[in-house]
């Protein structure tokens, strides 16, 4: 399989249903609700061993969220759970050199050929945390990979172990265009740049800030910072919002809030606030809901425990603060 392996941040897209085939692999009940394991295609290559299929499923559900780009909408604008993680949506954009550029979100679904049954869970692994796919290919940085990065190695196994839980899916997802497989690679994270909570270590929530901070990295800070010119996120306005997305086929273009604890962003919010304001899926200021692209519901905030939220909010909120904004997202 060429194209590329796609996990963004982002809205949910449309793609056709077709029925599984005969060679679908066949799961086997683990016991777990939902959940069930499926034989690869490369048994020989099992390298994911540390972690859990339940950590695995909760990072892709609410921390990654994978379903925000790889499970397609129905019309109503709901996840189709038919379809869950078997791709796509497709994303336009206007590259430096004035090409328009199509990304479609790839199929992670544990089919063969179409989904990710052939791939090694090396072969996973490397496009999740280096950006490269299973062909060699560079990785479009549309999906977070640099951030990614940071993941402990037993968080990417439990990934790993999880997408090898999810059913075989047979949708067709487009190639690319024009990029195609000619993606040009893209640096990774530096998370010595990635700042840390303005807290003493004797503070009493230093420990929740960090723990909030990896959190965030993973699942905030793609979409909540401005990028440079090579496509990774400008750390000199980390959290502080302002990345335009007028690329989500289908969507008005909206740009993200500041979610530092400047008077651009969260203000004088308190830990409170923002958990509430995470839980709701709505504004800290004014109690509005968030821009359509902000991942809610079954993929993202409402499965998150409360632990998480608050930790992630006690980062935020002790975040150095960058002046940038304000931004409001415009709705169809």
């Given at each position: 399989?060429?194209?590329?392996?796609?996990?963004?941040?982002l809205a949910?897209?449309?793609?056709?249903?077709?029925?599984?085939?005969?060679?679908?692999?066949?799961?086997?009940?683990?016991?777990?609700?939902?959940?069930?394991?499926?034989?690869?295609?490369?048994?020989?290559?099992?390298?994911a061993?540390?972690?859990?299929?339940?950590?695995?499923?909760?990072?892709?559900?609410?921390?990654?969220?994978?379903?925000?780009?790889?499970?397609?909408?129905?019309?109503?604008?709901?996840?189709?759970?038919?379809?869950?993680?078997?791709?796509?949506?497709?994303?336009?954009?206007?590259?430096?050199?004035?090409?328009?550029?199509?990304?479609?979100?790839?199929?992670?679904?544990?089919?063969d050929?179409?989904?990710?049954y052939?791939?090694?869970?090396?072969?996973?692994?490397?496009?999740?945390?280096?950006?490269?796919?299973?062909e060699?290919?560079?990785?479009?940085?549309?999906?977070?990979?640099?951030?990614?990065?940071?993941?402990?190695?037993?968080?990417?196994?439990?990934?790993?172990?999880?997408?090898?839980?999810?059913?075989?899916?047979?949708n067709?997802?487009?190639?690319?265009?024009?990029?195609?497989?000619?993606?040009p690679?893209?640096?990774?994270?530096?998370?010595?740049?990635?700042?840390?909570?303005?807290?003493?270590?004797?503070?009493?929530?230093?420990?929740?800030?960090?723990?909030g901070?990896?959190?965030?990295?993973?699942?905030?800070?793609?979409?909540?910072?401005?990028?440079?010119?090579?496509?990774?996120?400008?750390?000199?306005?980390?959290?502080?919002?302002?990345?335009?997305?007028?690329?989500?086929?289908?969507?008005?273009?909206?740009?993200?809030?500041?979610?530092t604890?400047?008077?651009?962003?969260?203000?004088?919010?308190?830990?409170?606030?923002?958990?509430?304001?995470?839980?709701t899926?709505t504004?800290?200021?004014?109690?509005?809901?968030?821009?359509?692209?902000?991942?809610?519901?079954?993929?993202?905030?409402d499965?998150?425990?409360?632990?998480?939220?608050?930790?992630?909010?006690?980062?935020?909120?002790?975040?150095?603060?960058?002046?940038?904004?304000?931004?409001?997202?415009?709705t169809?």
């Open positions: 399989m060429s194209r590329s392996f796609l996990v963004a941040a949910l897209g449309v793609a056709c249903h077709q029925s599984a085939p005969s060679d679908t692999p066949t799961p086997t009940d683990t016991g777990l609700t939902g959940t069930t394991v499926i034989d690869t295609g490369h048994p020989g290559d099992v390298t061993t540390r972690g859990t299929v339940q950590r695995g499923q909760y990072l892709v559900d609410h921390v990654l969220n994978c379903g925000a780009c790889h499970t397609p909408t129905g019309t109503d604008g709901a996840p189709d759970m038919s379809l869950y993680l078997a791709g796509s949506r497709s994303y336009d954009f206007t590259d430096v050199d004035g090409t328009i550029v199509t990304v479609n979100a790839e199929n992670l679904t544990n089919h050929p179409e989904g990710l052939n791939w090694s869970d090396e072969q996973i692994r490397t496009a999740l945390v280096e950006g490269i796919d299973d060699h290919v560079a990785i479009y940085p549309i999906m977070p990979f640099p951030e990614y990065s940071l993941l402990t190695v037993e968080d990417q196994d439990s990934i790993i172990q999880y997408l090898r839980t999810v059913q075989g899916n047979p067709v997802v487009a190639a690319d265009f024009p990029y195609g497989d000619q993606n690679p893209v640096a990774l994270a530096d998370d010595t740049a990635i700042p840390h909570a303005t807290l003493p270590t004797s503070d009493p929530d230093y420990a929740a800030a960090e723990r901070r990896y959190l965030a990295v993973t699942g905030c800070l793609y979409c909540h910072t401005e990028e440079l010119s090579s496509g990774v996120p400008d750390m000199s306005k980390a959290f502080g919002g302002g990345k335009v997305y007028t690329f989500i086929r289908g969507s008005a273009p909206n740009t993200s809030t500041n979610i604890p400047d008077p651009t962003g969260l203000g004088d919010a308190t830990v409170e606030d923002i958990v509430a304001a995470l839980k899926d504004s800290v200021a004014t109690g509005a809901p968030l821009c359509s692209t902000h991942p809610g519901g079954f993929d993202r905030i499965g998150m425990t409360d632990d998480d939220l608050h930790d992630i909010a006690v980062y935020l909120h002790a975040l150095p603060p960058v002046s940038n904004g304000p931004f409001t997202c415009e169809p």
